[in-house]
Each structure stands twice: as structure tokens, then as C-alpha cells.
């Protein structure tokens, strides 16, 4: 396509050089890629990274509204129920419970004779 011979004729006010010149194409051209081509991809990753950041907006929304708002969204458990008496204690709350000296011992914890005696 490109290989052959070349002659090129200059001419100018001092005179007229010829020159000649043999072309020879030892390897393939590469392809040319099309502008229309080039185009396409940077349109193509361009909308594929645009649909990846509303992906990942619209994910990180959805996370945070579940976590400041965790009564708004369903609860797979079921609700616990309670009966009256487990809620409000009918004045005998205090007598079920059981006797200190049952569980809890005490000891000095610290010696009596670094502390003078008190003023009586």
C-alpha cells in the first residue's frame, strides 16, 4: 500500500533539487481503531461506573437508615409478653430478696491501729 518509490521536486529562487527515495514495508500495519470505537468504550465505562456509585449510595443509604432507625423495620422475633404483675410489683418486691448475710461476708480492710481512736 505504502511501499514504492518517492520522488520529490523542490524548487526555489537559487534552483530546482530532485531526490528520489525507495520505500519498503517489512512488517504489517497495525489496525486502526476507529474514533466511533473509542468513543463507545469510554461511553461504556463511564455509565458502568456511574450505575456502580448509585449502587453503592443507594447500599450505604439503605445501612444507615436501618441503623438509626431499628424500630422501623420488622423484627423477626416475636414480641415478648409480659403480664401485668411482671411489670408493676404489687409492694412485694423488696421481701423476695434474700438476706445479705446470707452471700456477703465482711472483713477490715484496712488496720485499726494506723487511725486514732475516735473522740467520744
Known amino acids: 500500500d505504502l511501499q514504492g518509490s ?3 521536486d523542490a524548487t526555489n529562487s537559487i534552483g530546482t533539487r530532485s531526490a528520489s527515495v525507495e520505500i519498503g514495508i517489512l512488517e504489517k500495519p497495525l489496525p486502526q481503531i476507529a474514533t466511533g470505537d473509542v468513543i463507545s468504550v469510554i461511553a461504556l465505562l463511564l455509565a458502568a ?3 456502580m456509585g448509585i449502587t453503592v449510595t443507594v447500599l ?9 432507625n431499628p424500630d422501623d423495620s420488622p423484627s423477626r422475633k416475636q414480641p415478648i409478653r409480659k403480664r401485668p404483675d411482671d411489670i408493676q410489683h404489687s ?19 484496712c488496720n485499726k ?3 486514732p481512736e ?3
Open 6 to 8: 518517492y520522488v520529490c
Open 49 to 51: 461506573g456511574v450505575l
Open 60 to 68: 450505604v443509604l439503605k445501612i444507615r437508615s436501618r441503623k438509626e
Open 91 to 109: 409492694g412485694r418486691f423488696y421481701e423476695e430478696l434474700p438476706n445479705t448475710a446470707d452471700y456477703v461476708s465482711y472483713r477490715l480492710a
Open 113 to 115: 491501729e494506723d487511725y
Open 118 to 120: 475516735p473522740f467520744s
